[in-house]
C-alpha cells in the first residue's frame, strides 16, 4: 500500500482562556445531529507507519475525479444527538473505547470588528479540533470547557468542524486507568459560537468580604480581567440594588475595586432564600458595536471555618447531603441539561438535602446553576481518583489544568462552597506533594471557599477507626469516605468508635451500600432493600456520634453504571448503591436518610 508519508501537520494554535459566561454571552448553537466515524485503529489520523497523515479525515475530502479514492464519507455517516455520550446512543459504542470522528458543517457570516470561538462544554477525554481543515487545537480531560478563537478559519457561508475524540485510557490520565464509573466518550456538552468583541471581559469574579455579623456596610470585591492589555474603560452595575462602579483597566488589562453596599439592603444567599442578584458588567468602546457586555445571576454569601464548624453567612451550617454522579435521571447516559439537572437535584430536595456532592469529577454548568436556583449548596471536585501517577509532570499538569477550568468556571456561584482535590488517594511522600501542590493552587485562584479532598479511614481494630492523613495540614475541612457494613464489619457500626485528631469541620464523603430495587429479603441479605435501610439506620445512629460531623454526603442518589459492576441479575454493569434505582424508584433506605436529615 503506497500512501503519501507525513509531513508536519500545522497546528494554528488559536486556543484561548476559557471566557466567563458563556451561557450569558451572544452564542450561536452548533448542538444537534452531527455525523460520525467510528475509527478504532484512527485510520483517519496515522498511515499504516503509525505517523501522523495529512489526509486524513480532518479533510473531508470527496472525489474530485471519478478515479480519486477516498475511503470515508461523512455525510454518507450515521449522525447523533450532540451534546451527548456514544455509549448509549449506539449499541455497537456501548462498551467501546476509542477514536471516534464527528463532523457538523454550518453556515456563518463574519462580522466586522468581532471574534468568533468556538467554545466546548467537555469532550470526553482527548479531543482534535479542525475548522475548514486547519487544525485548531488538542485538548485533554473529560469534564471541563476550553475554547479556540476560529475567526481566521471561518468564512463566510458554509464551514465545517471536525473533531477527533478518543476515550481510550492511560496511566498517566487524570482519571487514570480504572475508575467506578461509566467512561461515556464523545462530546458531552454544548458546543457554541461565541461572538465577542476584538477586546472583551475574559474573565470576573464578584465575591462578598466576611464581615462581623454586625456588620452596617457589607464589600462586595470585583475583578475584571480583559482579554487584551491596556486601560480601558469597565463599569460593574446591580441594578436591584442600585449599585454601579466604574473601573479602569491597568496595563495588563485588569481592574479590581470594592463595592459597598448597606448591610440592610442585601439578602444572603441560601439553601432557604437563594436570592441571585443581576449583575451586569460592560467595557465601553469607541464605538457601541466594538464595546462588551455581560451579564450574570449572582449570589452573595460567606462560607468559611471556625473549628470545628462550617459556617455559612456567619452561621453554623449542617450539610445534609447526597453525591451524584452526572447521569441522566432515567436510564444513563451524561447528562448535560437544566433539565437533567432539576429532576436529580429535585429527588435530593425530597431526601431533605441542602447539599450535593458533585461526584469524581466537575458536572455540567447547568447544573451547578440550576442547583444555585434552587438553594443547593455544593462540592465541586477534580477526578484525581485512586492511584494517579504522582511523579508524572504530564500528570500534574493536566490535574492542575482541570482544577484551574474548574474554579474559573464556577468561581461566581454562590453555592459552590467546597473545592475538593482528590478521592481516596493512596498515603505517599509523591502524592502529599502531588496534592499539597495542588491545594495551595487551588487557594491562590479562590481564598473564598473551603478546600477538601475526600480521604480514607488509615486504621480499624477494636471498634475504633482512626484518621490520620498527611493532607490535613492542606485542607479546610476534613472528609472521608468509609463504608462500614458494607465492605467491612457488617451490624458493627452502632459499636464503633472514631479519632478524628484535627481540629477542623468534618464531612463523611461517602457511606452507603448496594441494593437491587424490589429485591425483598432479611436484613442481613446482601441486595436487598432491607440490607441497605438496616446499614443506613446503623450508620446514621453512628455518624451521630462522630465529633465535629458537619455533614455527609452518601454513596449515592441514584444507582449508576460502571464497568466494575458485573454481578448478573443484581448489578448488571450498575453500582447499586443508589438510595433511587437508575429509573428513579425509591428504595427503603431512602426513608432512613430522609428522616435522619429531618433531625438535623
Ligand atoms: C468508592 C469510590 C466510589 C465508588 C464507591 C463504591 O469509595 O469513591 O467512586 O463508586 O466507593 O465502591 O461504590
Redesign the pocket.
Given at each position: 500500500m503506497t500512501m503519501l508519508t507525513a509531513t508536519a501537520l500545522s497546528v494554528v494554535a488559536q486556543e484561548v482562556p476559557q471566557v466567563a459566561n458563556v451561557l450569558g454571552r451572544q452564542n450561536v448553537s452548533l448542538n444537534g445531529k452531527w455525523n460520525y466515524i467510528i475509527d478504532v485503529q484512527e485510520e483517519g489520523y496515522y498511515d499504516y507507519r503509525m505517523n501522523p497523515t495529512r489526509w486524513g479525515f480532518f479533510r473531508n475530502a470527496k472525489p474530485q475525479r471519478p478515479e480519486e479514492l477516498i475511503e470515508y464519507d461523512f455525510d454518507k455517516a450515521a449522525t447523533m444527538n450532540i451534546p451527548g455520550d456514544w455509549c448509549t446512543q449506539d449499541e455497537r459504542l456501548f462498551f467501546y473505547e476509542g477514536t471516534v470522528w464527528f463532523k457538523k458543517s454550518f453556515n456563518h457570516k463574519k462580522q466586522e470588528g468581532r471574534r468568533t470561538l468556538l467554545y466546548f462544554g467537555a469532550v470526553n477525554y482527548d479531543c482534535r479540533v479542525w475548522v475548514n481543515t486547519r487544525e485548531v487545537g488538542h485538548h485533554i480531560g473529560g469534564f471541563t470547557p476550553f475554547n479556540y478563537d476560529v475567526t481566521d478559519q471561518l468564512k463566510d457561508g458554509e464551514n465545517v468542524v471536525i473533531v477527533k475524540v478518543d476515550n481510550k485510557r492511560h496511566a498517566e490520565d487524570v482519571p487514570t486507568q480504572i475508575?467506578?464509573?461509566w467512561n461515556y466518550g464523545g462530546i458531552t456538552r454544548d458546543v457554541l459560537l461565541v461572538e465577542v468583541p476584538e477586546v472583551y471581559i475574559e474573565n470576573y469574579k464578584l465575591q462578598l468580604e466576611k464581615a462581623d455579623a454586625k456588620a452596617r456596610q457589607r464589600d462586595i470585591s470585583v475583578a475584571v480581567q480583559l482579554n487584551k492589555p491596556g486601560e480601558r474603560q469597565l463599569k460593574v452595575s446591580i441594578p436591584e440594588l442600585k449599585l454601579s462602579q466604574a473601573l479602569t483597566t491597568d496595563a495588563n488589562g485588569f481592574a479590581s475595586a470594592t463595592i459597598k453596599v448597606p448591610a440592610k439592603n442585601l439578602m444572603l444567599w441560601s439553601p432557604e432564600s437563594p436570592v441571585r442578584y443581576r449583575v451586569e458588567l460592560s467595557l465601553a468602546a469607541a464605538a457601541p458595536a466594538l464595546g462588551d457586555f455581560v451579564a450574570d445571576s449572582i449570589g452573595f454569601r460567606t462560607v468559611e471555618t471556625r473549628g470545628k464548624q462550617i459556617l455559612l453567612n456567619g452561621k453554623p451550617v449542617f450539610l445534609k447531603g447526597i453525591?451524584i454522579h452526572e447521569e441522566k435521571p432515567n436510564g444513563g447516559g451524561r447528562a448535560n441539561s437544566t433539565a437533567d439537572a432539576h429532576t436529580l437535584l429535585s429527588w435530593a430536595k425530597e431526601l431533605g438535602c441542602n447539599f450535593v456532592r458533585l461526584?469524581?469529577y466537575p458536572h455540567n454548568e447547568y447544573a451547578v446553576r440550576e442547583a444555585e436556583r434552587m438553594g443547593i449548596m455544593m462540592w465541586s471536585e477534580i477526578p484525581c481518583?485512586?492511584t494517579i501517577a504522582w511523579t508524572n509532570p504530564g500528570t500534574y499538569a493536566n490535574a492542575q489544568r482541570q482544577l484551574t477550568d474548574m474554579i474559573r468556571r464556577d468561581q461566581n456561584r454562590a453555592n459552590i462552597i467546597i473545592w475538593s482535590i482528590a478521592?481516596?488517594t493512596p498515603h505517599s511522600k509523591e502524592r502529599d506533594q502531588f496534592l499539597g501542590r495542588l491545594a495551595q493552587y487551588a487557594r491562590s485562584l479562590d481564598n473564598t471557599r473551603l478546600i477538601s479532598m475526600?480521604m480514607?479511614v488509615t486504621g480499624a481494630s477494636n471498634y475504633k477507626n482512626r484518621l490520620h492523613d498527611n493532607m490535613h495540614e492542606f485542607v479546610d475541612v476534613v472528609s472521608f469516605?468509609q463504608?462500614i457494613g458494607?465492605?467491612r464489619d457488617v451490624n458493627d457500626a452502632p459499636k464503633m468508635e472514631w479519632e478524628i485528631p484535627y481540629d477542623k469541620p468534618v464531612i463523611v464523603?461517602?457511606f452507603?451500600g448496594?441494593a437491587k430495587y424490589g429485591y425483598h429479603g432479611a436484613k442481613n441479605q446482601r441486595w436487598t432493600e432491607e440490607f441497605q435501610e438496616n446499614l443506613y439506620i446503623e450508620n446514621t445512629a453512628m455518624l451521630d456520634k462522630i465529633d465535629g460531623l458537619c455533614g455527609t454526603t452518601p454513596?449515592?442518589l441514584k444507582d449508576?453504571r460502571?464497568p466494575?459492576?458485573v454481578l448478573d441479575g443484581i448489578q448488571d454493569y450498575y453500582?447499586r448503591?443508589g438510595l433511587f434505582s437508575d429509573k428513579g424508584e425509591k428504595k427503603k433506605a431512602f426513608y432512613v436518610l430522609k428522616k435522619w436529615y429531618e433531625g438535623k
Amino acid at each position: 500500500m503506497t500512501m503519501l508519508t507525513a509531513t508536519a501537520l500545522s497546528v494554528v494554535a488559536q486556543e484561548v482562556p476559557q471566557v466567563a459566561n458563556v451561557l450569558g454571552r451572544q452564542n450561536v448553537s452548533l448542538n444537534g445531529k452531527w455525523n460520525y466515524i467510528i475509527d478504532v485503529q484512527e485510520e483517519g489520523y496515522y498511515d499504516y507507519r503509525m505517523n501522523p497523515t495529512r489526509w486524513g479525515f480532518f479533510r473531508n475530502a470527496k472525489p474530485q475525479r471519478p478515479e480519486e479514492l477516498i475511503e470515508y464519507d461523512f455525510d454518507k455517516a450515521a449522525t447523533m444527538n450532540i451534546p451527548g455520550d456514544w455509549c448509549t446512543q449506539d449499541e455497537r459504542l456501548f462498551f467501546y473505547e476509542g477514536t471516534v470522528w464527528f463532523k457538523k458543517s454550518f453556515n456563518h457570516k463574519k462580522q466586522e470588528g468581532r471574534r468568533t470561538l468556538l467554545y466546548f462544554g467537555a469532550v470526553n477525554y482527548d479531543c482534535r479540533v479542525w475548522v475548514n481543515t486547519r487544525e485548531v487545537g488538542h485538548h485533554i480531560g473529560g469534564f471541563t470547557p476550553f475554547n479556540y478563537d476560529v475567526t481566521d478559519q471561518l468564512k463566510d457561508g458554509e464551514n465545517v468542524v471536525i473533531v477527533k475524540v478518543d476515550n481510550k485510557r492511560h496511566a498517566e490520565d487524570v482519571p487514570t486507568q480504572i475508575f467506578d464509573w461509566w467512561n461515556y466518550g464523545g462530546i458531552t456538552r454544548d458546543v457554541l459560537l461565541v461572538e465577542v468583541p476584538e477586546v472583551y471581559i475574559e474573565n470576573y469574579k464578584l465575591q462578598l468580604e466576611k464581615a462581623d455579623a454586625k456588620a452596617r456596610q457589607r464589600d462586595i470585591s470585583v475583578a475584571v480581567q480583559l482579554n487584551k492589555p491596556g486601560e480601558r474603560q469597565l463599569k460593574v452595575s446591580i441594578p436591584e440594588l442600585k449599585l454601579s462602579q466604574a473601573l479602569t483597566t491597568d496595563a495588563n488589562g485588569f481592574a479590581s475595586a470594592t463595592i459597598k453596599v448597606p448591610a440592610k439592603n442585601l439578602m444572603l444567599w441560601s439553601p432557604e432564600s437563594p436570592v441571585r442578584y443581576r449583575v451586569e458588567l460592560s467595557l465601553a468602546a469607541a464605538a457601541p458595536a466594538l464595546g462588551d457586555f455581560v451579564a450574570d445571576s449572582i449570589g452573595f454569601r460567606t462560607v468559611e471555618t471556625r473549628g470545628k464548624q462550617i459556617l455559612l453567612n456567619g452561621k453554623p451550617v449542617f450539610l445534609k447531603g447526597i453525591s451524584i454522579h452526572e447521569e441522566k435521571p432515567n436510564g444513563g447516559g451524561r447528562a448535560n441539561s437544566t433539565a437533567d439537572a432539576h429532576t436529580l437535584l429535585s429527588w435530593a430536595k425530597e431526601l431533605g438535602c441542602n447539599f450535593v456532592r458533585l461526584a469524581h469529577y466537575p458536572h455540567n454548568e447547568y447544573a451547578v446553576r440550576e442547583a444555585e436556583r434552587m438553594g443547593i449548596m455544593m462540592w465541586s471536585e477534580i477526578p484525581c481518583y485512586w492511584t494517579i501517577a504522582w511523579t508524572n509532570p504530564g500528570t500534574y499538569a493536566n490535574a492542575q489544568r482541570q482544577l484551574t477550568d474548574m474554579i474559573r468556571r464556577d468561581q461566581n456561584r454562590a453555592n459552590i462552597i467546597i473545592w475538593s482535590i482528590a478521592n481516596e488517594t493512596p498515603h505517599s511522600k509523591e502524592r502529599d506533594q502531588f496534592l499539597g501542590r495542588l491545594a495551595q493552587y487551588a487557594r491562590s485562584l479562590d481564598n473564598t471557599r473551603l478546600i477538601s479532598m475526600a480521604m480514607e479511614v488509615t486504621g480499624a481494630s477494636n471498634y475504633k477507626n482512626r484518621l490520620h492523613d498527611n493532607m490535613h495540614e492542606f485542607v479546610d475541612v476534613v472528609s472521608f469516605n468509609q463504608y462500614i457494613g458494607w465492605y467491612r464489619d457488617v451490624n458493627d457500626a452502632p459499636k464503633m468508635e472514631w479519632e478524628i485528631p484535627y481540629d477542623k469541620p468534618v464531612i463523611v464523603s461517602e457511606f452507603g451500600g448496594g441494593a437491587k430495587y424490589g429485591y425483598h429479603g432479611a436484613k442481613n441479605q446482601r441486595w436487598t432493600e432491607e440490607f441497605q435501610e438496616n446499614l443506613y439506620i446503623e450508620n446514621t445512629a453512628m455518624l451521630d456520634k462522630i465529633d465535629g460531623l458537619c455533614g455527609t454526603t452518601p454513596w449515592i442518589l441514584k444507582d449508576f453504571r460502571s464497568p466494575r459492576r458485573v454481578l448478573d441479575g443484581i448489578q448488571d454493569y450498575y453500582n447499586r448503591k443508589g438510595l433511587f434505582s437508575d429509573k428513579g424508584e425509591k428504595k427503603k433506605a431512602f426513608y432512613v436518610l430522609k428522616k435522619w436529615y429531618e433531625g438535623k
